[in-house]
């Protein structure tokens, strides 16, 4: 199994730019987030799915869209890349059943806006 | 809200020294807790959650509901234990079930 995977690895952008970050898995994991890592602030929660079709917002979820058409995948959207949005992204997917709760996350992906 | 804090960004030891990487949460009903260990250049990963009671590479984490506290130990620490460390707390229930509430994260640097 590859687990978590993400793409691209790292991504320039400038500011009003647009682009989507990819992650799959192949677990058959029901559960799936996406955090954003800052110094000094943690692992921020942008927006989580349950299952293929349905989704929700994290905690900073403005500036970000995302769809789960699949159980596999849960692409990551930036409409208006801003600078504010210079991050490491990183995609992660646990068993929605099970009280371990554990988390496998993905490589991350190093994103600079300009 | 739940919230977890972790109030050292930096910690620096020296290899063979005891250490402590404090974690406080806040939460209003039964916590599910955790540490998360990313290494250099490597992927985040679980350390250990409290619900099993175990210690992996020689750390161990209680969870004292008293002060609402999971501060993560080790007696010796060892070169290879520098990394970032973050707590994190999960809901149990509800409609956010399963969600993840990380800590700032602090990093630990054990010097030979």
């Known amino acids: 199994n590859a687990g978590v995977t993400q793409t691209p690895k790292f991504q320039v952008l400038k500011t009003g730019q647009s682009m989507t970050l990819q992650c799959a898995q192949d677990?058959?994991?029901?559960?799936m987030s996406w955090y954003r890592q800052d110094p000094g602030m943690g692992l921020r929660l942008i927006h989580y799915s349950v299952g293929a079709g349905i989704t929700d917002q994290g905690e900073v979820p403005n500036g970000y869209n995302v769809s789960r058409s699949t159980t596999e995948d849960f692409p990551l959207r930036l409409l208006l890349a801003a600078p504010s949005q210079t991050s490491v992204y990183f995609c992660?997917?646990?068993?929605?059943?099970?009280?371990?709760?554990?988390?496998?996350f993905g490589p991350g992906t190093r994103l600079t806006v300009t | 809200a739940q919230r977890v804090t972790q109030p050292e960004k930096l910690l620096s030891v020296f290899k063979g020294a005891p250490v402590e990487l404090k974690c406080n949460y806040s939460y209003s009903g039964s916590p599910e807790l955790f540490w998360y260990v990313q290494y250099s250049r490597q992927r985040l990963q679980l350390l250990l959650r409290?619900?099993s009671r175990e210690s992996i590479k020689g750390f161990t984490a209680d969870l004292n509901k008293g002060e609402t506290s999971f501060h993560l130990k080790k007696p010796f620490a060892q070169e290879e234990d520098s990394a970032m460390y973050y707590c994190?707390?999960?809901?149990?229930?509800?409609?956010?079930?399963?969600?993840?509430?990380f800590g700032q994260g602090t990093i630990l640097t054990v010097h030979p």
């Open positions: 992660a997917s646990r068993p929605r059943q099970g009280a371990i709760y554990e988390q496998y």
């Open positions: 409290h619900i």
């Open positions: 994190a707390l999960a809901y149990a229930g509800g409609t956010s079930y399963g969600k993840l509430t």
């Open positions: 677990m058959n994991h029901e559960y």
